[in-house]
């Protein structure tokens, strides 16, 4: 059950437009948005709970939104990402599974395939923000790696053929985050490293990433951050920024950091609210004044001894202006996930937000 709080930004409906259970396991980790069917209308992969083997669930877009009948996807593992890794115009959905050290590669097609296309060895589990470093029109990902020792950063590219079984590009100097982020506009995606102390950026062009560091900002919210969100051009500016999220003095803390022509030059503390966990993601343009929404969930709020409510709030672009929001009122967690798309294909952001069980909600755009 949920309750609308307010109401300010068009296409912000006072109810969501649809209720729907997710199919598959209880507990929901993660899920990713792309279009894996190349029919036009975005859709919606969930996890299988870490279990390698175990199948993903696809939700399909369709003229009326989300079907509600999940699809059965050949795969395993989590930290799922959809990204067109082989350039044929239908996503592809990658997943890890840490104990395996393995990344599962679903192709996308019409029709779907009945065993992963790939699985290639990594060092790692968490796949960071995916993006198109060399500009060949094939996506590239970026996969957070432990060799026991030191964290780091490896990168596979796409190719026709999909991901290069070992990385083009790595890093193992104790990088916490990395992800990709057109950060100087040139239309290059850039590989953004987080650390304790600093971001440093790596530039992209025809030739690839820079091998040397291109562009250092100080952090100046020390062990603050511990999960890289969504990238968008936020402040409408040309530039993409990027939104990192943290837990410190029992709070959840997000942070936009603003990209520009050398690199991050600004880190905006978002407002907080109650709980030591958020997530966030960003919603294109929703309300076509040329910058990004911001969708945060929270599913801590209203923390009890017996249940966390959970809450969604959407903030406009560029003025970071509070757009309303949803409040649970069980046991929920409302807010746990929320990922965003065009789910019923008439070009405006729709979004979908779920707890910790498998009942959603779905809000389609104006």
């Known amino acids: 059950m949920f309750v609308w709080l307010s109401t300010a930004l068009a296409g912000f409906t006072p109810a969501p437009d649809q209720v729907l259970t997710l199919p598959g396991p209880q507990f929901v980790e993660f899920m990713a948005v792309g279009d894996v069917n190349g029919d036009g209308y975005d859709d919606v992969v969930r996890d299988s709970q870490w279990e390698p083997g175990s199948p993903y669930y696809l939700m399909l877009g369709s003229p009326n939104g989300l079907l509600p009948n999940g699809i059965l996807l050949p795969g395993g593992g989590a930290f799922l990402r959809a990204l067109d890794v082989n350039g ?40 960071g923000l995916p993006g198109d470093f060399d500009g060949d029109g094939y996506d590239d990902l970026p996969v957070e790696t432990w060799d026991g020792v030191v964290s780091g950063v490896e990168v596979f590219f796409g190719s026709p053929a999909g991901l290069g079984t070992s990385p083009g590009f790595s890093m193992h100097d104790g990088v916490a985050l990395a992800g990709a982020c057109d950060v100087n506009g040139d239309g290059y995606d850039d590989l953004a490293r987080i650390y304790d102390d600093r971001i440093e950026v790596n530039a992209g062009s025809a030739l690839g990433l820079d091998a040397t560091t291109t562009w250092t900002f100080a952090w100046p919210y020390r062990g603050s951050h511990s999960w890289l969100f969504d990238r968008g051009d936020i402040d409408g500016d040309g530039y993409e920024d990027l939104l990192v999220g943290g837990a410190r003095g029992g709070r959840g803390e997000e942070f936009l950091l603003l990209g520009g022509p050398n690199g991050f030059h600004a880190a905006v503390l978002l407002p907080r609210l109650m709980g030591a966990f958020t997530r966030l993601t960003v919603l294109p343009d929703r309300d076509g004044d040329g910058d990004d929404e911001v969708l945060r969930g929270s599913p801590d709020w209203g923390h009890t001894y017996a249940q966390d409510h959970g809450r969604v709030d959407l903030f406009e672009g560029g003025t970071g202006t509070y757009a309303g929001g949803y409040a649970g009122t069980g046991q929920d967690g409302m807010g746990f996930l929320v990922v965003a798309g065009d789910f019923d294909g008439d070009g405006s952001s729709d979004w979908l937000a779920t707890g910790r069980w498998p009942e959603a909600m779905v809000d389609y755009g104006p």
């Open 88 to 127: 044929d115009g239908y996503d592809d959905v990658v997943g890890t599974h840490w104990g395996l050290r393995q990344l599962f590669v679903l192709h996308g097609a019409a029709t779907l395939p009945s065993a992963p296309s790939a699985i290639i060895g990594v060092d790692g589990a968490n796949t």
